[in-house]
């Protein structure tokens, strides 16, 4: 009979004498997995999950090792993390160790798949920093810390305990037990609580225990999903219960508490996950419009989000700048309002102000975050230039009345912000992170989901019309009417030359009799077409994205013709003509010699080589620039010295 006061070594083996699988808690179970399964698909498609992992898991061990009331701050958290521990009070250490535990569990089950008790011991070990391992002194008793009334007596002696442990390995690796692995997981976790095999540190390894289990289950691919929030709100219930199994063999009123908190704690890190995800967007966007493109790159913006706190090191240790260069970068993030610096010690940390907030729970969901510099809001100027979810809604009803469709260009400088956000939904759609509020708004608007696909059969119906107002399907390269249709047509023949195109598609296009050899009067109208660029501007290097609709279908047949030199498909014939023509194969040495004419013609006129980094010819200022921060090779020397650039005369001034 079990006695408070009395080491329980009664405590019943694994699995429990009593049925666990009652209608409610499978219904309950049904809802919680759907929720963790969701939970799982979403995090699998964030590109950089080390956001993920940093993040939460730092926030289950400040919630879990205040459940052992080890407080620390989200600020002291996050500077000792990215100080690399060697700042920080004892209690922030010992929070900093939980990760630690967490994540050494999480490489040992990927290495081994199979939760031990030697693994127990040491997630322990490692939070407490010692290697106690299993109890072995007696006298060890958990009591009421207001009143100091023991409420239970866990069981006494290593060879008791080792047994249980032993025992609670083969239930967590008995495949022959069909039980939903969630309702087992509430039953693990209760049965560790109940051995209580260490000194110190049981609540936090059962905890590491849960989210390793579900790993072992397959259920979620990272450790992301934490209950110790939960626990803390509902404190008083998860004692009451525990104390329920013990006392009553109650099974049903613990699972059942466990199981919502899995719904519950499931559905907010989804949640979460989808707010730093839309911040990170945000945060990517207003970057693009501040910064210049040669300061600007997606992996700063995605370093300063691994974590709050970020220093030139860890731009230096990614490969995105030498130090000198980084500290600039992250000053600049600084200036546009992103970064905010912050001294400790001798460091210099910038704190990415609204991930902190975001992290914080201090700011509601990243569509609602508006400049407010009553409120100390660093973006200043975020109203004028990014617009929120429902304002670029509206504007996306607007264009598709007035235009009839949703292929919004990106290219289109009016249009360019409205066809980034357009991309960015079908993005978030195919990746389940639009709501679905969201989801039902766009559609009701006529939103195009597959715009690739439909646009080819838009295209296709086209097709059909033109045969059958004139007989053929032999489209005019230069089709005053619909130059992005002539642009199509002869892109499906290009790729059925290179086999590219599907069965289905050209059997489609053959079925309405289309012709597949017009290569050799393409070709030549394309010839003729470059000649006409040349004539104009005086170079073959047509740039794939030119405004002019008719330019870029000429530099997309020209890329297509270097690639098919670079795979051997390229007919003699072709070659020799564009040969002829002045046509160079590699197109990123034909942009350095253009730009290259572009600086010598800007020495004939100014007599130096010193161009400004603003203005109409900003663009050949950063590549100057660039060149002179990291010298090319003797062929490209060589051609700098041709025009006359001295490297010791023309240093900037």
């Avoid at 559609?443 to 059969?457: A, C, L, S, T, Y």
């Avoid at 660029?533 to 870029?552: A, I, T």
Wanted: with cysteine; aromatic share 10%; proline share 3%.
């Amino acid at each position: 009979m079990f006695d408070r006061n009395k080491p329980y070594n009664d405590l019943p083996l694994l699995p429990p004498n009593r049925e666990l699988e009652t209608k409610e808690v499978l219904k309950k179970a049904i809802s919680a997995n759907a929720r963790l399964a969701e939970l799982k698909g979403i995090a699998n498609r964030i590109p950089n999950q080390t956001i993920l992992i940093n993040f939460l898991t730092l926030q289950e061990a400040r919630s879990s090792s205040e459940i052992e009331n080890i407080v620390t701050t989200n600020d002291k958290l996050f500077e000792a993390f990215s100080l690399n521990n060697t700042k920080g009070d004892p209690e922030t250490k010992e929070v900093l160790r939980y990760k630690e535990a967490m994540w050494e569990g999480y490489q040992a089950l990927k290495n081994k798949h199979f939760l031990t008790t030697n693994l127990f011991v040491n997630v322990c070990n490692t939070i407490k920093k010692n290697q106690s391992g299993v109890r072995k002194t007696t006298g060890t008793k958990i009591g009421n810390q207001t009143t100091k009334e023991i409420i239970y007596t866990p069981p006494e002696g290593e060879s008791v305990i080792l047994k249980k442990l032993k025992n609670l390995e083969d239930y967590i690796h008995d495949d022959s037990d069909l039980t939903d692995p969630l309702i087992k997981m509430a039953v693990i976790h209760y049965q560790f609580e109940a051995i209580h095999p260490f000194s110190d540190g049981n609540g936090r390894t059962g905890r590491i225990l849960n989210i390793l289990y579900l790993i072992l289950k397959d259920m979620l691919d990272l450790p992301i999903l934490y209950l110790s929030q939960y626990i803390i709100a509902n404190k008083d219930k998860y004692y009451k219960h525990l104390s329920q199994v013990t006392e009553e063999n109650e099974w049903q009123g613990w699972i059942m508490y466990m199981l919502d908190g899995i719904e519950q704690t499931a559905t907010s890190t989804r949640n979460k996950i989808i707010e730093i995800n839309d911040l990170f967007e945000y945060t990517l966007d207003y970057a693009k419009q501040k910064l210049p493109n040669y300061m600007y790159s997606k992996e700063l913006i995605e370093l300063i989000f691994e974590q709050p706190y970020c220093k030139v090191k860890f731009l230096v240790d990614k490969d995105i700048a030498q130090r000198q260069q980084a500290s600039k970068y992250l000053y600049q993030l600084e200036s546009i309002g992103i970064l905010q610096k912050k001294k400790v010690g001798k460091e210099q940390l910038f704190l990415n102000t609204k991930l902190f907030e975001l992290l914080s729970n201090l700011t509601p969901h990243p569509n609602n975050l508006q400049s407010s510099k009553s409120e100390g809001d660093l973006f200043e100027t975020l109203d004028s230039n990014l617009e929120t979810w429902e304002e670029m809604f509206l504007k996306l009803k607007d264009f598709i009345e007035k235009h009839g469709h949703s292929y919004v260009s990106k290219r289109d400088q009016k249009t360019r912000q409205l066809g980034h956000w357009v991309t960015d939904q079908r993005k978030k759609k195919k990746s389940n992170l639009l709501s679905r509020e969201q989801i039902t708004k766009l559609e009701e608007i006529d939103m195009d989901w597959d715009p690739i696909n439909n646009r080819w059969e838009n295209n296709y119906k086209e097709l059909v019309k033109f045969k059958k107002a004139n007989g053929h399907c032999d489209v005019p390269q230069r089709y005053a009417e619909n130059q992005e249709f002539s642009n199509w047509v002869f892109n499906q023949r290009y790729r059925y030359k290179i086999k590219k195109l599907s069965n289905i598609r050209t059997k489609k296009l053959e079925k309405i009799g289309f012709n597949w050899g017009r290569d050799a009067n393409v070709s030549d109208d394309r010839i003729k077409e470059l000649l006409e660029y040349k004539k104009k501007f005086g170079h073959l290097n047509v740039s794939q994205v030119d405004p002019n609709e008719e330019w870029r279908g000429l530099g997309k047949w020209l890329n297509n013709q270097r690639h098919a030199k670079k795979k051997g498909t390229l007919s003699t014939e072709l070659e020799e003509k564009l040969n002829e023509i002045g046509v160079a194969w590699n197109a990123l040495e034909a942009n350095w010699d253009k730009k290259l004419g572009e600086l010598k013609d800007f020495h004939e006129i100014h007599g130096h080589f010193r161009v400004p980094q603003n203005g109409e010819i900003s663009k050949l200022g950063y590549w100057i620039a660039k060149i002179r921060r990291v010298k090319p090779d003797a062929e490209r020397l060589k051609k700098l010295s041709d025009i006359g650039f001295d490297w010791d005369k023309e240093k900037v001034k």
